[in-house]
């Protein structure tokens, strides 16, 4: 079930009241990473937010007047298993159901009103994960940079990859994926502190958080696409992108449209 077309605005000022709050309260730093759609669970769950710093990684959940309860339990179940800390962010409406029913390390948000000053209401902090597992974090890092930070060697298939790596430390596997989604997500995360550092996150900022948009806007170029120079810095996708029109042929219209947004 995805989120209602007539929500499409309540959960980018969700996720934008979100991300204020964690920043006035001292949980978000500079040097925070952040997601605005983190995928798991082989495409099956996404998370609204996830936040990593040096030593974590938060996920969220957010459920606004218009959404149902009907997946949480097993979104909750994906999150618990890939981060440290698993938070619901949740309508008024909804904060009884969702304590009655969510494990007690699961922390809790009451959305009061985006209207309030201030609208968003600790009910309960997340706690460490007791299902977190290292391996399933794994599937984060493609499989090349997985060999790489782990110095796994040889010309090997991804779970071949993964079997050797799950002998390996967990504290090691940790800090390999923690690494891998700072450098992913952290230039667009920096990109979006400077740009809200004197006022509050406006749901519009979160385009900055968009992973083509490397601090530069894919620029079209006859049937193909080119990106600016800056915007492949220490992009993962910048091999992907030069070749978009070249290697595939004419971009599709649709396809187009999304590399312009």
Known sequence: MTKRAGDDRAEPKAKAALLDFLRSTGELSSQSSVSAELILDNYRVRADVAVC??????CYEIKTD???LARLDRQLEVYARHANFVTVVAATRHINAIMSRVD????IIEMVGFDCHNPLRVVRKASRSPAFDANALL??????????????TGRLR?????AEAVELAVEKKKQAVLAFFAERYGPNSRALWRATRR????????SILRRWSQEADAIKDGNGVRV?????????????YRHVGQSFGPIPDELRDMLAD
């Open 199 to 206: 006022r509050k996150i406006r749901p519009s900022d979160l």
């Open 53 to 58: 710093d040096r030593n974590d990684l938060h």
């Open 228 to 240: 600016s120079p800056p915007a492949l810095r220490g992009c993962t996708d910048a091999a992907v």
């Open 104 to 107: 007690l390390h699961v922390g």
């Open 66 to 68: 218009r959404d149902t």
């Open 158 to 162: 991804r779970h071949e990859v993964v």
């Open 139 to 152: 599937s984060l890092v493609p499989v090349r940079d997985l060999q790489s930070r782990l110095a796994i």
